[in-house]
């Protein structure tokens, strides 16, 4: 798809309409854009509701660029009593560590009637999103698609006729507000399932596109649309034998998604803004805060449409399928595929989910991990108990977020504002991760692991049973600032023995990667980009519950932090302390 | 009642379990209170629901103080992203208007994890209470009562044997939040009749404690309680043949109110901390934001206990009276009272309102306002549109309050903070207020009136047809940082005519007076107290909808404004611009 090409009256008829305007600086671009943050009242899926919104739209807009551009992002909270910030998933925040997006780590937030500017270098073409990082704000609705070109002249390792973007979420009727205040009651009030799936922000409940086709839309009626309905779906138009990549984020609050077009098989490759090497699959998973390319061929008879159905993974699904229509535009859009929607694989048909995550690899040519790791963090992730509470915790610390952003506390020194003391970098080795924890209390900590600059870093995740015997659920985590090489998954506590297996040859570059139910995942990465990380699963009410760790490195290395990052807390008071000015 | 007597134990007991600690500094004290600010589910009607809470409790604590006493409260704020502020009602934080608590006039909200220390000295008995202002967190069910007794060794102007407080609020089953998004939606959604009255906290939803006795509780069934519900009616336990003092604040978001003890007449006392000329009642109005002390003596049949019934005046009620049982102590307290609750006033019977509100009349010895004023300020109360938003305006302008608190920016002269140009002191004397406005039309703004110090300012409230034809709505209007001398009530345009009949001799001193419909109400104040001070309806959705003005007085007199009140907006970027500290 063609970079949009902007005149100068276009220019301002975006800047107007769209809040978007581009500047050119010597070849690479910045791309302005106003956004104002609001609720307003719409229908995701075709049940009204409370959403969060850019500019009045849900999702918010598409950021598109190239890689090497600037994005300028002037934004506004027009919310009327709570803070804002927006991270931006998958970039790493080179030199801008204040930039990130997530609030009590790299800036205060955003009061109401007040403006931020996020400016930050999209320096490596592939698919990325952005999304609220402020209490359950990317649940509210806060999200969309930040879609990256290769540099102009520049071509992809792969070629393609057309793309489209997906973005999918899951959806839930009652409000974030009231579920945040369930997730911290005693007894805790779970969110339960999702009521919808949305692609690109349509679902469709009580009611199913397909029909009694759909063996999993639980012979829901049929939906009927006028046609001009929010949640009617996506339809993506396409001519035949030709060939579309697809590009696909998951936003998701809790589901883990399957994806599949109905007939079509797709070749992976594009995972979290790195190329992979390529493979041919009929459906693909897809977890929270992970990103895909695809490319698929429609050489499938052009007199009909085929369904793109999106189900749930990994826990027992109580909602249906998300569908969107892949239309040839040989014959009408408004033609049903005569195949029923492709079924979404069992939910807890785990070695199929593993082996689909042990087959993406690096593509050949790819940045290799240092063969050494200088440190190694096991990172035992537990379901546990605090004063009654139900929480979620890593070494069995429970992370609370303070109200000084790190990135100015370590910056200046503040000893006062948060744990001076490092969690720990092991749990006890005798901890039996296939039980429920013999001792489920924890404690909340807010200590940051100080990454030593320029060293590499593994970071073995270990899984374990939660609360509940035989229980353990998926989580995927995301790290911030930093790609990581995944080196490998595997099977119940992480021993010496799995050292050998680690994959040092292609392991796959990403930002994101599960580990599954009562297994380990290893990660490496080199602490190389001076800043405050956060490393969470992704989550929503898990890291609401304390399910994250924060990484900080080189922090003496970064300069020029803007005051409105710091305007709060004890930076805050630090900063207007210099003297009296009434 | 006697004020409470710390003993150095019990003292660290409050301290730890209710948040409050005493100092003793020459006679006058300091009164400590620890408060941290939450959501937690509640059944404050017997459904349940998100409440905000303070230590846990809704409504919030009672402070209590004796006249002379300096107030602390150190305000945490648990929310999750929600600033917070709390305003002292009916306190005119002489020598302290940063300890205002309204949010963009007074302070910068508190941030999520900050604490802000408010400190005011309680200068005059009296019966007042305290809540947020912010968006509508009051609504959401911020609120408590502040009560201050007489200095030690004074007394008050009546006897009493005890007391009892009743704080009175309305109570809806959808969340603040929502309220707020349907206000300002287009086309606005009003959010209806309260679902429930509440007494200290305390309604029954889909129930009626007085059962088929209750001819306003629309045949609903009688409550059974198990007796430690949190929605269990409020006891007032009493001796026969004594004297009561009963205070009595609303802090209603919308109702105006009306409240009766079965068979006991009722002396009124005092209204808004000041004591008034006593006259009997069978019942009162009150409406938002004002408070009454009545006595009342214990002399009815000792064997029988007596409804307290609180019912909707002003708008036509679809919500139950809410109950609370007056107890003789010879009899049980779970013997029902045997007379039905007293019946509510007619809704719309505003001829019986005015001769009430025409009573109010200051007590001999009250201070007497100026003879003459400076100054007139005529402020119409329109219902408007803008861009076919619903809003509230004041000479045409809707209210919308800048990120940056007034206080600071007339301070330190922002002339970018706000509209320089004053609002105007007038409307057209042609506006028909007999009708729905001919140009529905109105603009945001949100400039200022400056008043020169000391001098004397009259406000002329005119109330007017709200947007449908035969509708004109009561409010109560609040001022914030004073008291006003209320010069009179009358019906249609305020004309030159009405100046004469204005009542100079006694006029009540209060902080709150309503507007009837289709009439005016004069009030008088002298501008000497040095702030910026919100004068507003009280009604929370028509104080969203832009209904209130701001009044500055004596800006460059206030000094040692705490930094802390001031990290926002323009203010907080001025006190961060010293140095570049990174």
């Not at 940051?448 to 509940?468: G, S």
């Amino acid at each position: 798809m063609a970079l949009i090409k902007l005149t100068p009256f276009c220019l301002l008829v975006h800047l107007c309409c769209f809040g978007l305007f581009v500047t050119n600086v010597l070849g690479a671009k910045a791309r302005h854009f106003k956004w104002e943050v609001d609720y307003k009242y719409d229908a995701p899926d075709c049940l009204e509701n409370v959403v969060m919104t850019i500019n009045g739209q849900f999702p918010g807009p598409t950021i598109k660029a190239r890689a090497g551009d600037t994005v300028v992002v002037h934004l506004t909270n027009k919310l009327h009593t709570e803070g804002l910030v927006i991270h931006w998933h998958g970039i790493r925040q080179l030199g801008t560590p204040w930039a990130d997006g997530t609030a009590s780590i790299s800036q205060c937030p955003i009061n109401p009637g007040e403006t931020f500017v996020y400016r930050f270098k999209v320096d490596k073409a592939g698919t990325y999103f952005y999304h609220g990082h402020y209490g359950m704000q990317r649940s509210a609705g806060l999200y969309g698609l930040l879609i990256v070109d290769v540099e102009e002249g520049k071509k992809e390792p792969f070629q393609y006729d057309g793309e489209f973007n997906l973005l999918l979420s899951d959806w839930w009727h009652t409000s974030t507000h009231e579920q945040e205040v369930g997730l911290s009651s005693n007894p805790m009030r779970w969110i339960g399932e999702p009521q919808s799936l949305l692609i690109n922000g349509r679902g469709q409940y009580n009611c199913s596109l397909a029909g009694a086709q759909n063996s999993n839309g639980s012979g829901q009626p049929v939906c009927t649309f006028r046609g001009n309905e929010g949640c009617a779906p996506n339809i993506l138009h396409v001519m035949p034998n030709k060939t579309y990549r697809l590009r696909v984020a998951s936003t998701t609050a809790l589901a883990s998604l399957n994806l599949a077009i109905g007939n079509h098989k797709m070749l992976m490759v594009e995972a979290d803004g790195n190329y992979i090497e390529p493979f041919w699959v009929n459906d693909f998973d897809i977890y929270s805060g992970e990103t895909y390319s695809v490319l698929f061929r429609t050489d499938q008879r052009p007199t009909d449409n085929y369904w793109i159905a999106v189900g749930v993974r990994g826990r027992q699904p109580r909602t249906p399928q998300g569908l969107a229509i892949l239309h040839y535009q040989s014959t009408t859009a408004s033609k049903l595929p005569t195949l029923s929607p492709p079924d979404t694989p069992l939910w807890n048909d785990y070695a199929r989910s593993k082996s689909f995550s042990n087959k993406v690899l690096a593509r050949s040519g790819s940045p290799n991990p240092p063969r050494t790791t200088h440190r190694r963090i096991f990172l035992l992730n537990t379901q546990n108990r605090i004063n009654g509470y139900t929480k979620w915790a890593i070494n069995n610390v429970s992370l609370t977020l303070p109200p000084t952003p790190y990135l100015g506390s370590i910056k200046h020194r503040f000893t006062t504002a948060f744990d001076q003391k490092s969690p720990p970098d092991m749990f006890q080795n005798t901890y039996d991760i296939m039980s429920p924890p013999s001792n489920p209390n924890s404690t909340y900590g807010n200590g940051v692991y100080m990454l030593k600059f320029n060293t590499t870093i593994d970071v073995i995740l270990q899984n374990a049973n939660a609360l509940n015997a035989n229980v353990s659920e998926i989580h995927p985590w995301h790290l911030h600032g930093h790609d990581f090489w995944v080196l490998g998954y595997g099977e119940g506590k992480f021993s010496k023995k799995d050292e050998a297996k680690l994959n040092l040859k292609n392991p796959p570059l990403r930002n994101t990667a599960v580990i599954f139910p009562y297994g380990w995942t290893a990660l490496r990465f080199v602490a190389d980009n001076p800043g405050v990380w956060a490393f969470h699963c992704h989550i929503e009410p898990h890291l609401h519950m304390g399910m994250g760790v924060v990484f900080a490195e080189g922090v003496h290395l970064v300069e020029n932090i803007p005051n409105e990052a710091l305007s709060c807390g004890l930076t805050g008071k630090m900063l207007m302390s210099n003297k009296n000015h009434n």
